[in-house]
């Protein structure tokens, strides 16, 4: 005969192990989820660690880690990964456009560390990301073609004068806590430009004109597949690249780095793309991406990166786009009166003067530029500030809970003791002196007399054989 003790322990203990095993199976899932999103933190945002490790490492490795970083930073991505990805998707489009980047990027840095600008600034890209786009749009805008070394020459002085600039620059906004943007590239590309000309012997530029004629628009002839591809088109003339599959690259460099970042680059670039359609811009344009990368910068610097992203937030930085795209238009059409190239400078004065803006609304909040890092890092930044403001606020309700509490308490005892007075308003059959003191002191200050004739009197006299009210309370 079997034993019903045993038989019950054994189902017990075996019960255990059934729900040790079930609980295990969530446990290892969460533990493999935290393993893989620290291995993801590593690559993405600004990959931190990485910068860390950095810094114990040889000048000409962090050099390169600078250098990269800066490539990063013109679409506001600081990390050396995106970067490497932005040179592949360079160099898909143009080797010498590429050679070109780099260059501008490396000397750049070097002219910052020259000045001693500040050096967590340089390691962040900050002083690259104005060379890149110097050493870039010089090769695109050059009339003498791929591979004329002499351009080297000016496109090495023009991306040193980039941490000048910019540290020029940065003394004037830094007043308004606002940042340089590409104000630097912009204006050293035309004043280069300016100085050459299309009629030169050493650096010839492209001729750009004015439109002088209206363009041919036929909607029965857009063409639909060109059109979607305008969006990576678009963020590819960033960097002045017109292949779609090197705008794709640089898609997926943002996405590394931030998710958040990439969605507002293509919605910048859509955006971009529709306020062509709407002015009626030519079709060429459009499908070359020249509506778009204006939009994109614009997008993403309000679209969570100097502003914690909100859907407020989110409405604004598309708000800007349309804005940006609109001032493009009419600054490509004044520039070209110069036979110059409308650059970056629309995404400056758009996304300048939101930054700008003032509203009473706490869904709108402009981020504090020294804690500017990645949109997903500031958001929790202003998740925490929001949640210790709660706090704090909580804590200075429970103060004034507790001090208005004790105030009640001293107002209650001074107010309620032995007053021995006597007046026909507490019950005594007349009044004295002190009575009518009492009564108009109390009518002054708006005290109320706690009195009720049914209660118990609060002095009893075995002498005279009497109960009197002598201990009376105010309230305040």
Same mark, same amino acid.
Request: proline share 4%.
């Given at each position: 005969?079997?034993?019903?003790?045993?038989?019950?322990?054994?189902?017990?203990?075996?019960?255990?192990?059934?729900?040790?095993?079930?609980s295990?199976?969530?446990?290892?899932?969460?533990?493999?989820?935290?393993?893989?999103l620290?291995?993801?933190s590593?690559?993405?945002?600004?990959?931190?660690?990485?910068?860390?490790?950095?810094?114990?490492?040889?000048?000409?490795?962090?050099?390169?880690?600078?250098?990269?970083?800066?490539?990063?930073?013109?679409?506001?991505?600081?990390?050396?990964?995106?970067?490497?990805?932005?040179?592949?998707?360079?160099?898909?489009?143009?080797?010498?456009?590429a050679?070109?980047?780099?260059?501008?990027?490396?000397?750049?840095?070097?002219?910052?560390?020259?000045?001693?600008?500040?050096?967590?600034a340089?390691?962040?890209?900050?002083?690259?990301?104005?060379?890149i786009?110097?050493?870039?749009?010089?090769?695109?805008?050059?009339?003498a073609?791929?591979?004329?070394?002499w351009?080297?020459?000016?496109?090495?002085?023009?991306?040193?004068?980039?941490?000048?600039?910019?540290?020029?620059?940065?003394?004037i906004?830094?007043?308004?806590?606002?940042?340089?943007?590409?104000?630097p590239?912009?204006?050293?590309?035309?004043?280069?430009?300016?100085?050459? $000309?299309?009629?030169?012997?050493?650096?010839?530029?492209?001729?750009?004109?004015?439109?002088?004629?209206?363009?041919n628009?036929?909607?029965?002839?857009?063409?639909?597949?060109?059109?979607?591809?305008?969006?990576?088109? $678009?963020?590819?003339?960033?960097?002045?690249?017109?292949?779609?599959?090197?705008?794709?690259?640089?898609?997926?460099?943002?996405?590394?780095?931030?998710?958040?970042?990439?969605a507002?680059?293509?919605l910048?670039?859509?955006?971009?793309?529709?306020?062509?359609?709407?002015?009626?811009?030519?079709? $060429?344009?459009?499908?070359?991406?020249?509506?778009?990368?204006?939009?994109?910068?614009?997008?993403?610097?309000?679209?969570?990166?100097?502003?914690?992203?909100?859907?407020?937030?989110?409405?604004?930085?598309?708000?800007?786009?349309?804005?940006?795209?609109?001032?493009?238009?009419?600054?490509?059409?004044?520039?070209?009166?110069?036979?110059?190239?409308?650059?970056?400078?629309?995404f400056?004065?758009?996304?300048?003067?939101?930054?700008?803006?003032?509203?009473?609304?706490?869904?709108?909040?402009?981020l504090?530029l020294?804690?500017?890092?990645?949109?997903?890092?500031?958001?929790?930044?202003?998740?925490?500030?929001?949640?210790?403001?709660?706090?704090?606020?909580?804590?200075?309700?429970?103060e004034?809970?507790?001090?208005?509490?004790?105030?009640?308490?001293?107002?209650?005892?001074?107010?309620?003791?032995?007053?021995?007075?006597?007046?026909?308003?507490?019950?005594?059959?007349?009044?004295?002196?002190?009575?009518?003191?009492?009564?108009?002191?109390?009518?002054?200050?708006?005290?109320?007399?706690?009195?009720?004739?049914?209660?118990?009197?609060?002095?009893?006299?075995?002498?005279?054989?009497?109960?009197t009210?002598?201990d009376?309370?105010?309230?305040?």
């Amino acid at each position: 005969m079997a034993n019903p003790v045993l038989e019950s322990e054994n189902e017990k203990s075996q019960g255990e192990k059934t729900d040790a095993g079930q609980s295990a199976g969530p446990r290892a899932l969460q533990k493999a989820g935290a393993r893989f999103l620290k291995g993801i933190s590593y690559l993405s945002g600004d990959m931190a660690v990485f910068g860390k490790w950095m810094e114990k490492q040889f000048f000409l490795l962090q050099l390169l880690d600078w250098v990269l970083r800066g490539a990063a930073q013109v679409m506001f991505v600081n990390n050396p990964l995106s970067g490497l990805i932005i040179f592949g998707g360079l160099i898909l489009q143009n080797y010498w456009w590429a050679l070109n980047g780099f260059v501008g990027t490396l000397f750049a840095t070097i002219s910052a560390l020259i000045l001693q600008q500040n050096r967590g600034a340089i390691a962040a890209g900050l002083y690259g990301y104005n060379g890149i786009l110097v050493g870039l749009l010089m090769a695109v805008f050059s009339n003498a073609g791929n591979w004329y070394w002499w351009l080297l020459l000016s496109n090495v002085f023009m991306s040193m004068m980039c941490p000048v600039v910019s540290s020029a620059l940065a003394s004037i906004n830094s007043r308004w806590d606002l940042p340089v943007f590409t104000l630097p590239f912009n204006i050293l590309v035309c004043l280069h430009m300016v100085a050459t $000309g299309h009629y030169n012997n050493h650096f010839p530029q492209v001729l750009i004109q004015p439109r002088s004629e209206l363009p041919n628009i036929t909607w029965a002839d857009i063409d639909i597949a060109k059109l979607f591809t305008s969006v990576p088109v $678009g963020i590819g003339q960033v960097y002045g690249c017109d292949n779609p599959w090197t705008g794709g690259i640089f898609i997926i460099s943002l996405f590394i780095s931030s998710p958040i970042t990439c969605a507002h680059a293509i919605l910048g670039s859509a955006v971009g793309m529709v306020s062509g359609l709407a002015l009626a811009a030519p079709f $060429g344009d459009i499908y070359f991406g020249l509506w778009g990368y204006n939009c994109v910068l614009a997008c993403i610097a309000i679209g969570g990166m100097f502003y914690a992203l909100t859907w407020q937030v989110h409405l604004l930085a598309i708000t800007c786009a349309f804005f940006c795209a609109y001032l493009g238009s009419a600054i490509a059409n004044i520039m070209s009166t110069f036979g110059l190239p409308a650059c970056t400078w629309p995404f400056c004065l758009s996304a300048l003067t939101f930054l700008l803006i003032t509203t009473e609304t706490k869904k709108i909040f402009k981020l504090p530029l020294a804690k500017v890092t990645y949109p997903e890092k500031n958001l929790c930044w202003f998740w925490k500030l929001k949640k210790q403001e709660k706090m704090e606020k909580e804590e200075e309700e429970r103060e004034k809970e507790d001090k208005l509490k004790s105030t009640e308490e001293e107002v209650l005892a001074r107010d309620i003791c032995d007053f021995n007075s006597h007046h026909t308003d507490w019950g005594y059959s007349s009044s004295n002196s002190d009575g009518d003191s009492l009564v108009d002191w109390a009518s002054t200050v708006d005290a109320t007399l706690l009195y009720d004739p049914k209660e118990p009197r609060t002095f009893y006299s075995a002498r005279w054989n009497s109960a009197t009210n002598p201990d009376l309370a105010f309230a305040l």
